[in-house]
Each structure stands twice: as C-alpha cells, then as structure tokens.
C-alpha cells in the first residue's frame, strides 16, 4: 500500500495545471515533504450530509509518469496527511476516537476541515457530535474549542461555508429551524484574524479539496473573493465576470454561436437551459472545464452536460428560492 | 453490577446517532441489557420545503443524505410523478433504474470495506486506520493482508461505481438529472457503452471479492448468525419498477412477521409514527400523510429526536436482508451476518439486472414528458434506499409545498420505543449481546453496523433540549 512521496509529487507535477501549481510550488512542496511531518487534519461533521466527504473519495488524478500508477484518496491518506479525526472513515471509536483528536489539539498546527453548518439554536445542542471524558459536546463547541490551535481552517461544502441548506427555506417562518449559521461566521467571531478558505459546492468537487489541502502544505495563502472563496478555482468576479462564469464558459452558450439555441423542455441535448431556471448566468466555479468524476478515461459528466440545470450550489445564496424558471 | 458503558461517537456511520447502553451479568454472562437509541442532528428539511415549487422536492431532498441522495431524489419524482398525474418515458424509467442502481452497489461497496471491515481486521498503524481496540479478532495475518488489499481496491471500485451514477445522474452526490415526468439525461450510445464498460469491471468485483470476502468473514465469525437478530419482523417498500405503471419490480414489495417465508402485501395505510417516546407533542399514532410535528422538550419520557414508525403498531427492520427476504432471494434467518450477506447478494443481483436494463435504452427514444403542475394536490413516493425503505408524502396547495413528511430507513431502525414502550429495531437487536470487554464494545459495534445506519437521512422536525443525560452515551 505504501506509495513513496516521490510518487505524489509525480502526481502534483501531472496535476499541476488542475491545481493551479507552478514549477516552483512544486519544488517547495518537494521541500515541504521531504522536511517536515506530514500534516494532521482534523474533519468534523455538522448539520450537513457528509457528502463532501463522499465527493472527497471520488478524487483520482492519473500518474502520467508512470503508465498505470494512479493517485488516489488512499495514497494521499497513506502517506501525506495524518487524518486524525473523520468519523465516516476512522477505524477507532468512542473515547478512543476523541482522544486522537485531543492529542491533535495539544501538538497545535493542524488544519481544521468543517463540513456543515453551525447550529446555534437551543445551545447548538441541534448537533451533538461526541463524548469527552463523560461530557458531551456539540459542533459549536467542538470547533470553540479547536479554532485557537487551528494553522488554517477549510470549509468544505456550501452549508459549511455559507449555511446552505439547513438555512434555507421561503417561507419566513419556517426557514432555518435549526438556527445555523456558517462556519467562517462562526469562527470569526472567536478569532477574527484565523485564515479561513472556503471550498463550497453541493457537493464540493473533490479536486477543489485536495487543491486546498496541497496549498496549505506549500504554506500558502491563496488569493480569495469577496466570500472566502480561492479565486483560482471559482474566479474573482470583481475584476473579470467572465474568467469562470459557468454561463460564459458552457458549450451550450447561445453567443458562440455554432447552432446553439435556447431549451424550451426538458430531455434536449446540447440546448442552453437559461430560459428553464439554469443558474450558470449567476453561478462561478471552473465545472464547465473540469467537469465531475475523473477517472481512468476522463471525466465523465457534468450537471449541465446532462441536460440537468446548474443550480447554483456553489454560491453564497444556495440554494434560494424556486429553481424552476 | 450493571455498567454504563459510554462510548461516543461510534464511528462508520453516517450522521450523528447516540445509544445508550446498559450492560450486567445475568446467568453469568456479561451481556446488553438495555438500549436506548437517540439521533443527534436536527435540519427541519420539512420545514425548509414548505413555501417551494413542488418540483424543488427533488433537489432539496436529494440533500438529506450525501450517501443515498439518488434515493430521496427516486421517491421525490415517483412523489412528483403520482401528484402530477405524469406517465414517464420508458428510457426515463430505465436511467432512474440505472441511477439508482449503481448507487446501491456503491453504498454496498463502502458499507461492507470501508465501514463495516475495520470492526474485524487489524488496518495499518496510522490514522484514519488505527483502532486501539484489541478485541476478538480471529482473522490470519494472510487473511487480514488480503482483507486490507481489498479496502485498498474497494476504494477505486465504489469511485468507479460513483463514476456510473455520474454516466447517466450528471453528478454524485445529488444527481441533477432526476425530474418529474422524467429524466434529463439522453441515453447517447456512447454512455450505454460506457457504462457497460464499467459493468464488465464492476460485476466481477462484486462476484468475485466482496461476495467472498463476507463468505469469508461469515466463516470465521458463525456466532453472528445469532447475535443481532432483534424481532424479525422485515418489512420493503420494493424497488426498482420493471413497467413504467410500476406493477413490477426487480425487488418487491411486502412484509413478514417474525422471520415468517410467509411474506404478505403491504398497506401503506397501516404506517403510523408515534410520539410518546419522541420530543413531540402527544398525540394519536399518525400516518405520514396526515402526520403533524410539533416538538416539546423536555419531556418525560422522551428521548429520541426520532418518530417511532410502526406498521400494524409493530416496529419492522428494513434494509437489503429485508428486500432480499421479502423477494424470496434469501431467507437463510435474520441476524448480523445475515445482513452481510444479503447485502453482498443484493449487490450482485442488482448489478447484473443493470447490464439487461442499460441495453434496453433507446438512444433515440423520449426521457421526458412535460407535466402541467397541479394547484393542490396529495401524494405520496416509496421506494428503498440501499439501506432500506424510505417513503415521501406530500401536500401542494395554491402551487407550492405545503407539508412535506419522509420516513427514511433509519428512522425504522433506530426508532425509539412506541406507544406501547416497547423497544424499537436496533434498540432490541442488541439485548442479549455478549460484551467481552466494556470499554471496547466491538460486540455492540458489528451489530449497529449491520444496519448500515444512515442518521443524515433520520430528518423529522425536532427540538433538542436541555436533559443532558439522556446523550451521555453516543453514536456519531
């Protein structure tokens, strides 16, 4: 199972274009390996589906170095992150469990990954995640208490991001019965000065992650939009609307020309679906290039190539009001 | 003397679940002699879909659970569908098939290699897969090696599996492509053929490794064909409709009674959810249809944020052993092996139904059928998730939602008592339990897992309060 950190590099050199990494990232990064420990996240779930996770064991990037060799969750896990805490994967349990994450805590510089939202009605006692030493803890004060010791935290999906789907709902009354809010709002208000980045996505697609994770062992700020978000991966808006406006970039876009034209039902390949809902007009990632579910043979599908309308879940606001147009 | 043995959170699982366990001598046995089951996330989904277009069920649904999303997107259109008055294309019936098909064998795939396995084997001495428990493990080193080999592979199969879901859904989790009156996605050729190609990888993995790996399992563990067993009471929405009236499906449905082959019709009439040990108000046993939510806690009494479903006021297990039981494919007993191996076959019989299924599509034929959207309306949508049935009921009035109930599997299985005090699924599978070691249950740990419990799914509007008793034992 061992796979060498040469072999990762390999894979940071074959991926550096889709990371976003330049040549001399990657001589820092092999410094940064071959120097000091690899580094410790801990991954806590909140009120949210523990799909990002999901979404995170679908990363696979291909070696083009060596025919045949490919990178995958359980390389990275084996040899360049220490996941010391994630409850859907972790083989130990209990006190057990707790006690890899305290011991996390005591050594200090770990990044801090959050997937979902931050209840804080009825004393965040809407998520309860754990027991320590006979006291039970929730998700609010779960991350009080990992924030100060936290080099970086990673807010992974859109309900840990922006509050997402738990926040949602039109009716006034109803909406956000849980009393979330996001994660970077959250964390703030206990120290406003922690670097936060957030990958959001419903789900985050999984190369989004492990960009974030490769940049925080290069020891790297990345740039970030007016939300937190990198802009190499979801653009800054405010100097270039166009760089990763999923509109501007989709195949289907009536401008190019080529016979495009707009869908008026459903079920209709290769027809913009602007006009039923579609969201990409107001919705920026890099989807539209990369594409979901990489694999041996390239990625296979996308929201929009399935004739499925881009929902905007990448965005502040998702998922909003109606979808349908 | 009785013991508390407090272990939270259990982990390989999906969402936030505490159990409360009491264990005590009796006969001179070291055993379970009480369980109480509590989930610990409360969303409100309910709540944030009242007020949407109807046709937004899908989406937001799909967002309970970023495992077995494709299955509240299935039952959200088959809602959608019923309220509609919307035949679907045949194409569309196949895709949704396919959807969700390579959505079980995924989940199949993690639950038994990535959630279920390091309860039995030794993994490498580094997070995520050192367990410092040291308890009954029987396996050789040869035998342990090519178990962790296969973890090792299960992760690239489930990634190809998702990779399936994506062919024809667009993405996973939450596939875009399911849509009252059909499907988005077309069946072009070159996706039937690629997802053929993955079949012809797929299917052997599921025959040949996972299928024998739980023979395998079952062969060195035979005392957990009796360990878990609880009522035996089986109960399947049925899934995977074959005709577009859905008259027919791969895996039926219906239910029996105490490990009964005698499997009888099921009346959705008959499912009543009860409050009594819940944080909600009192009231009658209510069906989902008809159901109301109004949380008060504390409570005396109350300790679950769960519903308790009965059907015919009995608790019922739901999940593949159920399917495969109710459908005649295997009735070998109820048990946490069982479980296992239902599972396995399951995958298998699923994963070669796909292969006919994906060669029926028609690249040329309709995947949608545009529906006129009704201004009131009532309607319900079954089906099964892979980790069992799971029901969505639903009331539109002047165009938009207005009650909106799921009963997901987990809220079968983990239900708290009923009405009548008596102890729901998994709560009574783990009386009896033999717990070699207190501080390290594993005993209790392979039975929850055997359920494949999915917590994430378990969405009623709840209130959690202030009796912090009640959580001092967990499950996360």
Redesign the interface.
């Known amino acids: 199972?061992k796979v060498s950190r040469r072999s990762f590099l390999k894979y940071c050199t074959a991926s550096a274009a889709a990371l976003g990494l330049g040549f001399s990232d990657l001589q820092r990064l092999e410094a940064a390996l071959a120097s000091s420990s690899v580094p410790t996240l801990i991954w806590l779930?909140g009120?949210?589906?523990?799909?990002?996770?999901?979404?995170f064991?679908?990363?696979?990037s291909e070696d083009f170095a060596l025919p045949g060799a490919t990178l995958?969750?359980?390389d990275v896990?084996?040899t360049h992150v220490?996941?010391?805490?994630?409850?859907?994967?972790?083989?130990?349990?209990?006190?057990?469990?707790?006690t890899?994450a305290n011991q996390a805590k005591r050594k200090g510089g770990y990044v801090l990954v959050l997937e979902g939202g931050v209840?804080t009605a009825?004393?965040g006692?809407?998520?309860?995640?754990?027991?320590d030493g006979?006291e039970?803890l929730t998700y609010q004060q779960t991350i009080t208490n990992l924030t100060g010791g936290a080099a970086a935290v990673v807010c992974v999906g859109t309900c840990a991001s922006f509050g997402g789907?738990?926040m949602?709902?039109?009716?006034l009354n109803?909406?956000n019965?849980?009393g979330v809010v996001s994660c970077p709002d959250f964390v703030s208000s206990i120290d406003p000065s922690k670097l936060i980045i957030n990958i959001p996505g419903?789900?985050a697609h999984p190369e989004w992650i492990a960009w974030a994770v490769v940049q925080l062992i290069l020891g790297n700020v990345p740039a970030l939009d007016a939300f937190r978000r990198p802009q190499a991966l979801y653009g800054n808006r405010t100097i270039n609307v166009h760089g990763m406006n999923i509109h501007e970039n989709c195949p289907r876009n009536v401008n190019l020309g080529g016979g495009n034209s707009h869908a008026t039902?459903?079920?209709q390949?290769g027809k913009c679906l602007e006009n039923l809902g579609c969201r990409g007009p107001s919705t920026y990632s890099n989807c539209p290039s990369r594409k979901?579910?990489a694999?041996e043979?390239g990625p296979?599908?996308?929201?929009v190539?399935?004739?499925?309308?881009c929902?905007g879940?990448v965005e502040e606001d998702f998922?909003g009001?109606?979808?349908?147009a | 003397m009785k013991i508390t043995a407090?272990?939270?959170?259990?982990?390989?699982?999906?969402?936030?679940l505490?159990i409360t366990i009491e264990i005590d001598t009796v006969n001179g046995v070291r055993q379970v002699v009480g369980a109480k089951a509590t989930g610990?996330?409360?969303?409100?989904f309910e709540?944030?879909?009242?007020?949407?277009?109807p046709?937004?069920a899908q989406?937001?649904t799909e967002?309970?659970?970023?495992?077995c999303?494709v299955a509240h997107g299935m039952a959200a259109v088959k809602n959608l569908d019923a309220a509609f008055g919307v035949t679907i294309p045949e194409n569309a019936l196949i895709m949704r098939n396919l959807v969700n098909g390579s959505n079980f064998v995924e989940s199949h795939i993690?639950h038994f290699f990535?959630?279920s396995v390091?309860d039995f084997i030794e993994?490498?001495a580094?997070?995520?897969?050192?367990?410092?428990?040291e308890v009954d493990r029987r396996f050789s080193k040869a035998d342990n090696d090519l178990l962790?080999?296969h973890y090792?592979q299960a992760?690239?199969m489930?990634?190809?599996a998702?990779?399936m879901t994506?062919?024809?859904?667009?993405?996973?989790?939450?596939?875009?492509?399911y849509?009252a009156?059909?499907?988005?996605?077309?069946p072009?050729q070159e996706r039937i053929d690629?997802f053929n190609d993955f079949l012809d990888e797929l299917i052997p993995f599921v025959r040949d490794v996972y299928i024998p790996d739980v023979q395998l399992l079952a062969a060195k563990y035979p005392d957990y064909f009796t360990l878990g067993r609880g009522y035996g009471n089986l109960l399947a929405f049925g899934v995977f409709d074959l005709d577009t009236a859905g008259s027919s499906k791969l895996l039926a449905q219906g239910h029996v009674e105490n490990g009964s082959r005698n499997v009888q019709s099921l009346d959705v009439n008959q499912i009543a959810e009860h409050v009594t040990h819940s944080w909600f108000e009192d009231g009658p046993a209510s069906n989902p249809a008809s159901g109301t939510t109004v949380p008060q806690n504390p409570k005396d009494g109350a300790y679950s944020w769960l519903k308790s479903p009965r059907y015919n006021d009995l608790p019922y297990e739901v999940g593949p052993l159920a399917r495969m039981w109710v459908n005649g494919d295997y009735q070998n007993g109820v048990s946490t092996m069982d479980r296992h191996l239902a599972r396995a076959y399951e995958a298998l019989k699923v994963a070669e139904a796909m292969r006919t299924w994906v060669n029926n599509l028609n690249p040329a034929g309709?995947?949608?059928n545009?529906p006129t959207l009704p201004q009131s309306a009532t309607a319900y949508g079954l089906t099964e998730a892979p980790r069992g049935a799971l029901g969505h009921w639903m009331e539109i009035t002047a165009g938009k939602l207005s009650r909106y109930q799921v009963i997901s599997p987990t809220t079968w299985n983990c239900a708290p008592r009923d009405d009548a005090g008596v102890p729901g699924p998994i709560e009574q599978s783990l009386l009896g339990t033999p717990v070699e070691n207190p501080n390290q249950p594993i005993e209790v740990?392979r039975i929850i897992h055997s359920f494949d419990p999915c917590l994430?799914c378990a969405t009623h509007?709840i209130?959690?309060?202030?009796d912090?008793k009640i959580?001092?034992?967990?499950v996360?």
């Open positions: 199972m779930h009120s949210g589906c523990q799909g990002d996770s999901i979404s064991l679908n990363l696979f995958t969750l359980a896990l084996i220490n996941l010391a805490y994630h409850t859907v994967v972790m083989a130990s349990a209990a006190q057990t469990a707790v890899m209840p009825f004393d006692r809407a998520c309860i995640i754990a027991t006979g039970e789907i738990p949602s709902g039109p009716d109803e909406r019965p849980s419903c789900p039902t459903f079920g390949d979901w579910h694999g043979n296979v599908n996308w929201c190539d399935c004739n499925g309308m929902i879940c998922p009001n109606d979808f349908y | 407090a272990f939270d959170p259990v982990t390989r699982i999906e969402g936030h505490n610990g996330l409360f969303r409100g709540k944030l879909l009242i007020g949407r277009d046709r937004d989406h937001i967002r309970i659970c970023g495992v999303p993690l990535l959630l390091p993994g490498p580094m997070p995520p897969w050192q367990a410092d428990w962790m080999g090792v992760l690239t489930r990634r190809k998702d990779q994506a062919i024809f859904g667009g993405k996973v989790p939450h596939p875009p492509a849509i009156g059909g499907f988005t996605c077309t072009r690629l309709a995947v949608y545009e740990m994430d509007i209130q959690p309060g202030k912090a959580f001092r034992m967990g996360c």
